[in-house]
């Protein structure tokens, strides 16, 4: 009797265990320095795979200069949100710093996205990331992801290591709002409408000012223009004007009226001087 139910006991004691194990959360394994961030929210790889992954990218981050990330959740983010979504997601985590390359694994979505910040950007031109995506294909279409995260970081340290590529196109880079803000406003502009066009439109703004000022530099300032130096009178014609005429009469008496006098004449007038 006692033995059945110290056998029941046992029994009880088991299932109590199991269901307590598989109700347990289940943390997530993060690691991560200047050098490199492992975050694996969607616990896709095994503890020993997780501490490798940490070696791997420390080594190439230390070698590139840059942090090197790899990031697993369960999001579901639809494949024309990665981008944004992560772009986002590494901006406001401060684990993450401003020059780095991270590779996202959204389990719930199957979906992934490489994303390059700062100086990282120039060792990742259109080409490169097109040759790395293509490495990382066959082992994310077979379900291994730690695979996948192990060749990037590998593509990582050759790309470093082969140095900037001098010839390469980079639509795949793409700016922030967050790096267009810090940016002065007139070298955004200068940036959206070429540099030829701005230094132009500084020129015909320094000869703009330059005709004003001078044009205007005495107004209303006073004393400063002189009449006597800067005007004149010039006479355009000129004529005579007959104005008026006076006669006076003197009567000589005649010598039949036995008298004698003495008489004189005179004129007078006026006219334009």
């Not at 709002?177 to 320094?206: D, M, R, Y």
Request: charged share 20%; aromatic share 10%; net charge neutral.
């Amino acid at each position: 009797m006692i033995k059945q139910l110290s056998k029941r006991f046992s029994a009880v004691i088991c299932v109590v265990m199991i269901l307590t194990i598989s109700v347990m959360p289940v943390f997530a394994q993060n690691s991560y320095s200047i050098n490199y961030a492992v975050t694996d929210d969607s616990n896709i790889f095994t503890s020993e795979q997780f501490a490798d992954l940490c070696t791997s990218a420390e080594a190439a981050g230390k070698q590139a200069g840059f942090q090197v990330a790899v990031h697993t959740d369960d999001k579901n983010i639809d494949s024309s949100e990665m981008d944004t979504y992560y772009n986002k997601y590494h901006d406001s985590d401060s684990k993450y710093q401003p020059d780095g390359v991270m590779l996202v694994f959204d389990t719930k979505s199957n979906n992934r996205v490489i994303l390059t910040y700062g100086k990282a950007e120039k060792y990742f031109d259109d080409a490169r990331m097109d040759a790395l995506k293509s490495t990382l294909k066959p082992a994310l279409n077979s379900g291994d992801n730690y695979q996948a995260a192990k060749l990037y970081v590998a593509k990582v340290q050759e790309y470093v290591t082969a140095g900037v590529s001098g010839n390469g196109t980079y639509n795949n880079v793409v700016q922030t709002p967050t790096e267009k803000s810090n940016e002065p406003k007139i070298l955004q502009s200068l940036k959206k409408f070429g540099w030829i066009g701005g230094i132009a439109g500084v020129i015909i703004a320094i000869i703009f000012v330059a005709v004003n000022v001078g044009r205007y530099k005495y107004n209303g300032k006073s004393g400063t223009y002189d009449l006597n130096k800067n005007s004149q009178i010039t006479l355009l014609d000129s004529q005579d004007v007959f104005v008026s005429k006076h006669t006076t009469y003197t009567t000589i008496q005649s010598s039949s009226n036995n008298s004698s006098s003495g008489g004189s004449s005179s004129h007078g007038s006026s006219g334009s001087f």
